[in-house]
């Protein structure tokens, strides 16, 4: 089974903290994205990438940061946390097909920024 | 313009109904369509996939595209109160390396 792990379940960080959120695939997928998900606004994509040392911007980038030195690890980093950014995390993967794309979830992480 | 739109409901549904939902999205070079169920306090996961124009059937779940009307709708035959969840729309823009942007999810409730 594809495991796609976040390093923490609950998190809380005070406002101006650099905080970094690790998420770790171990079945060799060439994309992975972190999300953000709020109620009443579904998932929204923070950053991408489909390989190493690459990244995307998706639709809600700032305020954070990304890095992929390694092709199992994805890392999002929030600068300088601001309460706006209490929210639940959740992270995913995905190897590359034409028409059998599958994305894995992560157990997700709620951060509470205080 | 919300890049993928879902009414976010709830839909309720008696137990051995069809419960059908529905999805839009505003960019014509769309390629990929995703349906997710994310049951509460869990992750989503993939219930269908579709590429091509028409319906793809799988089990009680049938996915439908029209990209002319930029639509993609998931219907679930003989709905059981299992199916309660929030089921998300998906969709990816142009290739493989594309973004993967959902939508808020419909929340659909089925009584027995």
């Known amino acids: 089974d594809v495991k796609v792990t976040q390093s923490s379940r609950y998190l809380v960080k005070r406002t101006g903290e650099k905080v970094f959120l690790e998420c770790v695939q171990d079945?060799?997928?060439?994309?992975m994205f972190w999300y953000r998900q709020d109620p009443g606004l579904g998932l929204r994509l923070i950053y991408f990438?489909?390989?190493?040392?690459?990244?995307e911007k998706g639709d809600i980038p700032e305020g954070y940061s990304v890095s992929r030195e390694k092709k199992e690890r994805f890392s999002l980093i929030l600068e300088s946390a601001s309460t706006n950014q209490t929210s639940m995390y959740l992270c995913?993967?995905?190897?590359?097909?034409?028409?059998?794309?599958?994305?894995?979830f992560g157990s997700g992480t709620q951060l509470s920024v205080l | 313009q919300k890049e993928v739109e879902q009414n976010s409901g709830p839909l309720s549904v008696p137990e051995g109904a069809i419960a059908s939902l529905n999805c839009t999205y505003s960019?014509?070079?769309?390629?990929?369509f995703f349906w997710y169920r994310q049951y509460s306090g869990k992750s989503p996961e993939l219930i269908m996939s579709?590429?091509?124009?028409g319906d793809k059937e799988d089990g009680r779940f049938t996915a439908q595209l029209n990209k002319a009307s930029q639509y993609v709708s998931l219907l679930i035959r003989d709905s059981q109160p299992s199916d309660s969840a929030t089921y998300l729309c998906?969709?990816?823009?142009?290739?493989?390396?594309?973004?993967?942007?959902f939508g808020q999810g419909t929340t659909l409730q089925v009584k027995p």
């Open positions: 995913a993967s995905s190897f590359v097909a034409s028409t059998n794309e599958k994305l894995f």
């Open positions: 079945m060799d997928h060439e994309n």
């Open positions: 990438s489909y390989d190493v040392k690459m990244k």
């Open positions: 960019d014509r070079v769309s390629q990929s």
């Open positions: 579709i590429y091509s124009n």
């Open positions: 998906a969709v990816r823009r142009g290739g493989n390396t594309g973004k993967l942007i």
